[in-house]
T-cell receptor
Framework: TQLLEQSPQFLSIQEGENLTVYCNSS?????LQWYRQEPGEGPVLLVT?????EVKKLKRLTFQFGDARKDSSLHITAAQPGDTGLYLC???????????FGSGTKLNVKP | NAGVMQNPRHLVRRRGQEARLRCSPM?????VYWYRQLPEEGLKFMVY????????ESGMPKERFSAEFPKEGPSILRIQQVVRGDSAAYFC???????????FGPGTRLTVT
């Protein structure tokens, strides 16, 4: 069983649409990160959130950490084909040794 | 990928052979994580190492897999007597000390024929 569940698994939208990707758990995390991975490459860090309720913006991307630090969301406004990729959330628990990854959301933005 | 080096990028092995995957973390980083990724899936933690120490190997299969991070040189993930099910992408990541963040290498894609 996954400690972090991501939804949806797949998302195919038209350029210009908005979307939200969710990352949920029943466990509390010290922090959550979001990564984007393109085919044949390693994941690239987008953002880290550490405080419950925290909201961070990165251009058209908005990241939120739940108040209870069990979940997070990623919202993309006016999606572009360049946003296409696999979006992964990852969390760190108190022992700080291990990063738990969700199974990912595969986003395809059609021109 | 922020200076984390992995080689080879692609590795083909026949069943029963050994696979050696190398990872050089970012300069000055003394921690390395190894992950495994199957197609269309997320990353599965395998092992966390500091120089000359294995900190957490709870994600490593009990047999055939081993990892090391010597005082000098890259970290090595070694898979003995490979089987088809070992085919996957293997990534290493190095975080800055005391950081929540992971910087990943480009991965090694292992194919077992």
């Amino acid at each position: 069983t996954q400690l972090l569940e991501q939804s949806p698994q797949f998302l195919s939208i038209q350029e210009g649409e908005n979307l939200t990707v969710y990352c949920n758990s029943s466990s509390v995390f010290s922090s959550l990160q979001w990564y984007r991975q393109e085919p044949g490459e390693g994941p690239v860090l987008l953002v880290t959130v550490v405080t419950g309720g925290e909201v961070k913006k990165l251009k058209r991307l908005t990241f939120q950490f739940g108040d209870a630090r069990k979940d997070s969301s990623l919202h993309i406004t006016a999606a572009q084909p360049g946003d296409t990729g696999l979006y992964l959330c990852a969390g760190v628990r108190n022992n700080f040794n291990k990063f738990y990854f969700g199974s990912g959301t595969k986003l395809n933005v059609k021109p | 990928n922020a200076g984390v080096m992995q080689n080879p990028r692609h590795l083909v092995r026949r069943r029963g052979q050994e696979a050696r995957l190398r990872c050089s973390p970012m300069k000055g980083h003394s921690h390395v994580y190894w992950y495994r990724q199957l197609p269309e899936e997320g990353l599965k933690f395998m092992v966390y190492l500091q120089k000359e120490n294995i900190i957490d190997e709870s994600g490593m299969p009990k047999e055939r897999f081993s990892a090391e991070f010597p005082k000098e040189g890259p970290s090595i993930l070694r898979i003995q007597q490979v089987v088809r099910g070992d085919s996957a992408a293997y990534f290493c990541a190095s975080p800055p000390d005391s950081s929540y963040e992971q910087y990943f290498g480009p991965g090694t894609r292992l194919t077992v024929t």
